[in-house]
């Protein structure tokens, strides 16, 4: 096992997760990534490394992934709840299926796999930290690009991060969100490069800019 710990990602085979799983790898962490087609991620192999297929909304998926680590590296120190859905659009024209979606993905997967990894943290007795990716339009409207509903998610691990940061405290295992801008992945493979820009701005960048990434 790595001497830094374990990392789980979630959302860890494109974007933002692609970025997150390499970094915790070039620092020496052991790390599971899973998404619906984490097989199919472009990592090298890694004897640090575990991918494992499945849909975090679904608890089974969360607890495949928990066991992997769990057998494989034998614990769980970090997770980086990551995996997500964005559909956006003005808010009389989403259906029950989009809510569903984003909350299931967002809002589900999260809950499932933060309870097993804070259960464990707790079995180890050592700490630990869960990083929620949220978004910075949370708290940055722009009428231009509605997106209502998402982001009724995103503030939801907002404050779940800190509520849950208050009542494990005593237990040092920390809980912290990022709030991201517009950052240039496959999710953004179809809108105009020259609007994200403009949301950028929107969100309150002080160098208003896409972050970009593979």
């Given at each position: 096992?790595?001497?830094?710990?374990?990392?789980?990602?979630?959302?860890?085979?494109?974007?933002?997760?692609v970025?997150?799983?390499?970094?915790?790898?070039?620092?020496?962490?052991a790390?599971?990534?899973?998404?619906?087609?984490?097989s199919?991620?472009?990592?090298?192999?890694?004897?640090?490394?575990?991918?494992?297929?499945?849909?975090?909304?679904?608890?089974?998926?969360?607890?495949?992934?928990?066991?992997v680590?769990?057998?494989?590296?034998?614990?769980?120190?970090?997770?980086?709840?990551?995996?997500?859905?964005?559909?956006?659009?003005?808010?009389?024209?989403?259906?029950?299926?989009?809510?569903?979606?984003?909350?299931?993905?967002?809002?589900?997967?999260?809950?499932?796999?933060?309870?097993?990894?804070v259960?464990?943290?707790?079995?180890?007795?050592?700490?630990?930290?869960?990083?929620?990716?949220?978004?910075?339009s949370?708290?940055?409207?722009?009428?231009?690009?509605?997106?209502?509903?998402?982001?009724?998610?995103?503030?939801?691990?907002?404050?779940?991060?800190?509520?849950?940061?208050?009542?494990?405290?005593k237990?040092?295992?920390?809980?912290?969100?990022?709030a991201?801008?517009?950052v240039?992945?496959?999710?953004?493979?179809?809108?105009p490069?020259?609007?994200?820009?403009?949301?950028?701005?929107?969100?309150?960048?002080?160098?208003?800019r896409?972050?970009?990434?593979?």
């Amino acid at each position: 096992m790595a001497g830094s710990g374990t990392v789980i990602v979630t959302g860890g085979s494109k974007g933002i997760g692609v970025a997150v799983v390499q970094s915790f790898l070039d620092r020496g962490y052991a790390v599971v990534a899973t998404a619906r087609n984490a097989s199919g991620s472009p990592f090298a192999s890694s004897p640090n490394l575990a991918l494992v297929d499945g849909d975090i909304s679904k608890a089974a998926a969360a607890k495949a992934v928990a066991e992997v680590a769990i057998s494989r590296f034998g614990s769980i120190d970090h997770l980086v709840a990551n995996a997500g859905i964005f559909i956006g659009k003005p808010f009389l024209e989403y259906i029950e299926e989009d809510y569903r979606a984003l909350t299931s993905t967002n809002l589900e997967g999260f809950f499932h796999i933060a309870k097993l990894a804070v259960k464990q943290m707790l079995t180890q007795g050592r700490g630990g930290s869960v990083i929620s990716i949220t978004a910075a339009s949370v708290d940055s409207s722009n009428a231009d690009s509605p997106n209502s509903v998402p982001m009724f998610t995103k503030g939801a691990l907002n404050a779940a991060t800190l509520a849950l940061a208050a009542e494990f405290a005593k237990q040092d295992i920390r809980f912290n969100a990022v709030a991201p801008g517009i950052v240039d992945t496959p999710m953004h493979a179809n809108n105009p490069k020259d609007f994200l820009k403009t949301l950028c701005r929107w969100a309150g960048s002080r160098h208003p800019r896409m972050l970009r990434m593979a």
